[in-house]
């Protein structure tokens, strides 16, 4: 990442599935930029991995497993950041689960399951670090889709779980402002490299075909959603609060996306 105008020297960055993908670019970004910087996810191999990146680019990082769908261990978890690094002044909400399947190959507990990390995941993190966010200054930010907004096939449960994400991002925005706190939603494009694009976009093919639906013509990079989440968390997004941003590349503009293709590979691998 290139050199940025931004300095969170000092400060304290949560981020909530920071151990990867898009959520550990968001991490490393703040990183550079200065920040203390804390993580959570449900594997503790995955938090000392990402930790130790952290560290060993000069970070002051601290990181605990913790399962966003079980409230105590959320709570545990930003009690011990906040014991560690002080009040949060951003905190990033990312933990998220996806695959493709119909609607009617869904089971309850397999929609369950993606409503509970996505949705309730981001209401526990939010509620629980309430307590610990800097007031007045904190900035909220929570990592949505595409598909909250765009009808799109084989995705029934992650429509309807960031759907309730930017909802939540909004009714915080309106109840939290008077306290001095900001709550945005970041929406990505298709990210190169992550786990989401790969369940998404699982073969060459089915990629090249994503990026050439992309109206900037390219795969985002996770510093793409790192740089909209410090401008976010800076002064320079200080008057900005309930936005919902599309951070790609335009590919919201192009409509619900074919799935149908990755959908029958994915239920043919899991046959």
Not at 101 to 125: Q, R, W
Not at 204 to 209: C, F, N, R, S
């Amino acid at each position: 990442m290139n050199a940025l105008p931004f300095d969170f020297t000092g400060r304290h960055v949560f981020v909530a599935g920071g151990s990867s993908g898009i959520n550990f670019g968001i991490a490393q970004g703040f990183a550079r930029a200065g920040a203390n910087v804390s993580i959570i996810s449900r594997s503790a191999d995955k938090v000392a991995s990402a930790v130790a990146q952290l560290q060993a680019g000069g970070a002051h990082a601290f990181g605990t497993p913790a399962d966003v769908r079980q409230p105590e261990a959320v709570q545990q978890a930003l009690q011990a950041a906040a014991d560690r690094f002080g009040p949060i002044d951003v905190l990033v909400s990312g933990a998220a689960g996806n695959f493709l399947a119909s609607a009617l190959d869904l089971s309850p507990n397999a929609f369950k399951t993606v409503v509970d990390i996505d949705l309730m995941g981001s209401f526990h993190v939010a509620r629980f670090a309430h307590p610990h966010l800097r007031q007045p200054g904190a900035c909220v930010i929570q990592i949505s889709a595409s598909q909250a907004f765009t009808p799109t096939p084989f995705q029934a449960h992650v429509c309807a779980a960031k759907a309730g994400v930017d909802m939540l991002t909004q009714v915080l925005a309106m109840e939290w402002g008077p306290q001095g706190i900001r709550v945005n939603s970041i929406v990505p494009g298709p990210i190169a490299d992550t786990e989401g694009l790969k369940r998404l976009a699982p073969t060459e093919d089915t990629l090249a075909a994503m990026a050439q639906r992309v109206p900037l013509r390219r795969l985002g990079r996770t510093e793409d959603i790192a740089r909209m989440a410090m401008l976010l968390a800076s002064d320079w997004g200080s008057y900005i609060t309930g936005a919902i941003i599309p951070v790609d590349g335009g590919l919201a503009l192009t409509g619900p996306r074919d799935f149908s293709a990755a959908a029958a590979a994915s239920k043919r691998e899991r046959a």
